[in-house]
């Protein structure tokens, strides 16, 4: 069979290793399936299918550690999982019968009891019979918090099988961000994740495993493996299974390329995926550590896991270069662009041994085959420099406006005139327009600018139904979210003071009180209005709506800390964190749960925490987002010396120019607003079936639906009709005095700002901010590191 496209050069960091044990796993395995019901009989597998993919030679390469028994376990799961995978296919996908899938799915959670020593149903299938089976063997010796994760990540790697099948029904083909975010579930890799925990030993703390540097590491290690196996099993999926969920076969549709393209522009965003493990192992972990104040046991645990990921990479990849399930050298290919080494190997079983050219400098041995790849490649580490050499305040001229696709209508709210001028006069109440103590006396914002942010047009359309008291609620928080973050760089960017940021954060914590009780005495204007807004808006909730809120202004917050770190180390993020983080720093979360606070007592909150519900949230969020990118490029690019814009992240990521980059991120938000347009019309549907809802719950929910609508159409009407991000405008803004941060950040409708302003003071005389590239504080004064050749002046 001709080979559809030739694999790419792997950036692979971390040499394979063999655990020693394999064989033993590998009998083991095969005596458990066939007790299992796996083999002979089942319709699904024969002896020949489960020697050939030899998962024993999997699990050795990903685990090379264990001992012998750890090492059966964990092949005996991924022999149970892969049997799954075809069991799926064979008996739901080909007959695309989607209520018998989800009446199977349903039953499988029974076999995986929170307490070990309660009951399971009486197994039906080869499936259920090793779940059953493995569970008791696996969770006795684990915490509640791991059990609790492990049982999640495996009823996810299950129930989106429906989420395929769904998609394979109607032919749709995913976009690249819905199907990264749906991949980590199906896909599985979070579920080895945890099993990683398991291996080596070493439980990530349950202090930490919430947090971003934890969830980046396991979503980076997932989209890695997922993105690999999609190389691999392009022609496997593709050409003889009819599947539609294949990265290369989404960035081929999305991208209109050829199918060789699509897989380079695969491989380039698995190895980018690689180095945001790393970058975020090497600059996050140790602030993590002393923020939770890790004793040494438990941080050399989680340095312990991040290995094990390691090691599941590099594995991973051997035994796809190894196993006749993919396509590589032995089947049909025409070689692995890497070593010659590589190559002689790939499609070979472990029970075969390869002979690559002795040198007296090769590692050599059993299990270090894989160390002949080399380390990175030339396509690599020029986009590694690409992120990192940006050089800013460019001139770019004013923002490139494409044709946007909006298929909603724009409706205002009646109660806007009287909205601009209440804002007004709270600004000034809470003291957002005068001097700031801790500027020296110098201003965040002025009148002026409050007014040509007119964030009272913004509430207006995200809630034209709203009565005056919430229209005025949400421009003071649309107020204050923009505000905020254009303190933080103010204050913190420019001198890099992140401590000073994380006390700022955790103290704001103190105007948020869950019990909506008393505040401490605010400092500054920043904390008086957060307090008045909060004693406003959380007042009236319910306890676990009051969390939830505050936990969406604490999640926006944090993120500004994230565009602080990644401005200190001038890094143009990776394109998946910062679709996943800009959600963050825009305040996505916020402004919608304001949507839906009427609505949640009719509605179970299961619903919202389910798949359709986040997919159709994201989808928004992420047009919103990418539409303030678009309009806001020459204000951060240009005036603020900014990397984050999801624009540049595009240009940085496929090395185009600027009409090439706008063009894209506008193909992105189409589909991504054809994706909530889908979701809305053919999942929410089943959804209210699935959950068996009510005639109300449904109205409130088709009502959400109608909210986020508004909220997109007025986010679009407030960028086209407000002066924030016209030239005029930003040459106005870049003379104001020293002590203004430059960047108007990426607060609710803002542009993700954490620039330093180089440009501020240039035609008042007063003293400029320093660039972020040069050195500040107490003797650097006469340093005068010139900037960067092309900076603008």
Known sequence: MTQPFQLPDFYMPYPARLNPHVQEAREHSTQWAREMGMLEGSGIWEQEDLDAHDYALLCAYTHPDCSGAELSLITDWYVWVFFFDDHFLETFKRSQDRAAGKAYLDRLPAFMPMDPGAGTPEPTNPV????????????????????????????????????????????????????????RKVGGAPWSAGLVEHAVG???????????PMRVLRDAFSDAVHLRNDLFSYQREIEEEGELSNGVLVLETFLGCTTQEAADSVNELLTSRLRQFENTTLTELGPLFAEHGLDPAACAGVLAYVKGLQDWQSGGHEWHMRSSRYMNGANGADGVNGSDGANAAGGRTGQEATAAAWSPFALSGLGVSAANLPL???????????????????????????????????????????????????????????????????????????????????????????????????????????YADDYYPAVFGRTRDLAGARACNARLGAFMPLDAGPTPAPANALERSLADLWGRTAGPMEESARREFRQSIEDMTASWLWELANQTQHRIPDPVDYIEMRRHTFGSDLTMSLCRLTRGRRVPPEIYRSGPVRSLENAAMDYATLL?????????????????????????????????????????????????????????????????????????????????????????????????????????????????????????????????????????????????????????????IPAPAGARP
């Open 202 to 212: 070493a439980e990530v703390p349950a202090v930490i495993a919430g947090s971003r």
């Open 376 to 482: 990175t490649t030339g396509r690599a580490e020029a986009a590694r420099a690409r992120g990192f050499s940006h050089v800013p305040f460019q001139r770019t001229g004013p923002s490139l406006l494409p044709d946007f696709f909006m298929p909603f209508t724009l409706r205002l709210s009646p109660h806007l005139p009287a909205a601009r001028r209440n804002l007004t006069d709270w600004a000034h109440r809470m003291g957002i327009l005068e001097p700031q103590p801790d500027l020296s006396g110098a201003q965040v914002w002025d009148e002026h600018r409050l007014l040509a942010a007119d964030l009272p047009l913004c509430a207006a359309g995200i809630h034209p139904d709203g009565s005056p008291d919430e229209l005025d609620l949400t421009s003071g928080w649309l107020a204050w979210g923009t």
């Open 628 to 784: 303030n990118d678009v309009f806001s490029y020459q204000k951060e690019i240009e005036f603020e010396g900014e990397v984050h814009n999801g624009v540049l992240v595009v240009q940085n990521f496929f090395d185009c120019d600027y009409p090439t980059g706008v063009a894209i991120v506008n193909d992105l938000m189409t589909s991504r607003m054809r994706q909530f347009q889908h979701v809305a019309e053919h999942e929410f549907p089943v959804l209210y079936d699935d959950f068996d809802l009510g005639p109300e719950a449904r109205e409130a929910m088709d009502g959400y639906v109608g909210e986020l609508r508004d909220w997109m159409t007025g986010i679009m009407n407030w960028h086209r009709e407000v002066p924030r991000y016209r030239e005029n405008e930003l040459r106005r803004a870049a003379r104001r005095p020293a002590g203004i941060g430059g960047g108007v950040g990426a607060g609710i409708g803002a542009g993700a700002g954490t620039g330093a302003g180089a440009a501020s003071g240039a035609a008042s005389g007063a003293r400029p901010l320093a660039p972020w590239y040069g050195p500040t504080g107490l003797g650097t004064s006469a340093a005068r």
């Open 128 to 183: 259920e019979a090793g779940l059953a089976d493995l569970w008791v063997r696996t969770v006795p010796s684990m915490s509640a918090d791991w059990r609790a994760r492990f049982r999640e990540s495996t009823e996810n790697l299950l129930n989106e099988s429906l989420w395929e099948l769904s998609n394979i029904n109607i032919d749709r083909i995913p976009n690249p961000v819905e199907y990264i975010e749906m991949r």
